[in-house]
């Protein structure tokens, strides 16, 4: 992969360290400038308003089959939506449920899934369980295998969680909850781009996420897969205007048109670079290599998943006797190291994002920064 070609196309990586993908990814300047060509169209007025809206929604309509391309879906099972916390609206709000029912999370979820859950509790008098997360997959499978109750309704879990990065054995987990007649809820926003999601082959009900990580694609894009048959028990939020027997039905209202145009384009040049595969290759590469690196720091754990199965491009990291906060703020202050303390669980750390852009250089910059960091703070 020519690394340094494709960093000459993100202009967000000429300042500083850029490591935090997981929190917003570096679009291209292709991306960029389909976003910003469709809405200069619109206002420069050298086309009507209306043939400018009905030439992009023509260019909209073939942006869920694109999708439907990357993850192994069909177009029909593809609503475009702006964000995680939508789709989680979407099915959570279009399910119909019974006091008591139960539905199951991890210990690891974001505040968007995990209040969505929440939301779902106070308004319907769901209860939520919360399964916890270990690296070992069957550790893992065997906890949610016991929380499950003839109660269980749904299983709503991140495919890789957002502070330490665990992916979840997402294939296992939908294959157990549908031999229980249990629905499958995923956020995937730190899944997917950082390896191939195949949502036929996963086997899940339901696939909610934003495209703004490590897709590289606009802020305020994302989509919602339905698969076919969980469209018979999903009811749309609101009456679809043209029922046309797609997932587009749970579209909640006018898009923000042009920022789909910077998805399509992103998901080019995504495939364009060679695709899931090779992205999950090149990053998974140099995220192995930083781990070892911080093994070798005096005071410096890695607290992510260390296992194949379960390890991602997030690499998290704590240094002894100092706060995530204070080393992540450490990091961007002296070192202009972009990245994220993390703190839903214990011990708090920093999470560092590995993309495949990611330079040697930048990771040798992370290296010297936290041994100097650990050594000022007497782990020498
Ligand atoms: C796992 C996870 N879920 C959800 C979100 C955010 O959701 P939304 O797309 O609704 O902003 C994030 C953002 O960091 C995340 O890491």
Known sequence: MDIAGIRGQMPGLKHGVYLNTAGIGQS????NKAVAEGYQQLRSG?????????????????VPAKIAGFFGADAGEIALTMSTGEGYGMVLGGLRWQQGDEVLITNQEHPVPLQAAQGLADREGAIVKVVEIDQDKDLFLGRLEQTITPRTRLICFSHVTTDWGTRLPAR???????????LTLWDG?????????????????????????????????????????????LKPLRRPHAPDGTARQYETGTPAIALYMGLGTGLDFLAGIGGPRAIAMEAGRKAESLRERF????????????????????VAFAVEGIEGNEVSDALRNRWQIAQRATNINEPSGVRISVAFYTSDSELDTLVEAVTALAGENGNR
């Open 295 to 314: 093994d070798a720091i005096p005071g410096v754990r890695v607290i992510g998943s260390r296992r194949a199965e379960t390890r991602t491009g997030i």
């Open 46 to 62: 050298s086309v009507s308003t209306s043939d400018w809206y009905n030439a992009m929604a023509e260019a909209e309509d073939e």
């Open 189 to 233: 926003c730190q899944a997917i781009g950082q390896f191939p999601v195949d949502l036929h082959e996963t086997g899940c009900d339901f696939y909610a996420t934003n495209c703004y990580k490590w897709m590289l694609s606009p802020m305020g894009t994302g989509f919602l897969y339905v698969r076919k048959d969980a469209q018979q028990v």
């Open 172 to 182: 296992e987990i939908c294959g157990l909850a549908r031999a229980r007649g249990i």
């Open 28 to 31: 291209p300047v292709s991306v």
